[in-house]
């Protein structure tokens, strides 16, 4: 059982599941290797004080906990997309989820600078009906044309609740209807 698994319910299918895009650990990737590399300096250049070895060795381990940490958060974060609901699965220690009916995004839009369009990564950007939702925007996100695509299909395409909602008798019984406006 994969641990998204376990936050969905009996009738839904997961159509989209994946993690954010490596881009992400490049800015603590960054900040780690700068410490690893002061750390190293300390050990090799300053290594004949103890007191410096100490907390070049200490500066060591901790750049190198601290990516491990972040890349655990990475690889345990999953982007989930049902036929019903989105969700954002994170935490490492306390699992938090982020969730989101399908129904309630009225506007969905992805954006991809230079780099994400070079390197294969882009951001998401959900609306709901003037609300402010836990997962506005969510950033690098891998392959964003075929999550749109995906996205737009269960929001608008001809098999979607929306879609059925507004045709005659295509909504099913246990599905809320909105009556449709009069014709004048």
Same mark, same amino acid.
């Given at each position: 059982? @994969?641990?998204?698994? @376990?936050? /969905?319910? #009996?009738?839904?299918?997961? !159509? ?10 490049? @800015? ?7 410490? =690893? ?9 300053? *290594?004949?004080?103890? =007191? =410096? ?8 381990? #901790?750049?190198?906990?601290? =990516? ?32 989101? $009916?399908?129904? @309630? ?8 600078? !230079? ?6 990564? *882009? #951001? ?29 299909? /269960? ?6 609740? /929306? ?7 295509? #909504? $099913?019984?246990?599905? $809320?209807?909105?009556?449709?406006? $009069?014709?004048?």
């Amino acid at each position: 059982m @994969k641990d998204h698994d @376990k936050y /969905l319910i #009996a009738s839904e299918r997961a !159509v989209v599941v994946t993690r954010r895009h490596w881009v992400s650990l490049v @800015k603590v990737g960054t900040g780690t290797a700068a410490f =690893f590399l002061l750390g190293l300096l300390m050990v090799l250049y300053l *290594g004949d004080e103890q =007191f =410096f070895a100490v907390v070049g060795v200490l500066a060591l381990l #901790a750049s190198l906990g601290w =990516f491990g940490f972040a890349w655990w958060f990475w690889a345990t974060e999953e982007f989930v997309i049902t036929d019903k609901r989105v969700l954002l699965v994170s935490g490492v220690i306390t699992r938090r989820v982020a969730i989101m $009916p399908l129904t @309630k995004v009225t506007d969905l839009t992805y954006e991809r600078s !230079v780099l994400g369009r070079f390197l294969g990564y *882009g #951001a998401f950007v959900m609306e709901s009906a003037g609300q402010h939702q836990a997962m506005s925007r969510i950033e690098y996100l891998p392959r964003p044309d075929r999550l749109y695509h995906e996205v737009s299909t /269960l929001l608008f395409g001809p098999d979607s609740m /929306l879609y059925r909602r507004w045709q005659p008798g295509g #909504a $099913p019984s246990d599905y $809320p209807t909105m009556p449709l406006p $009069p014709v004048r």
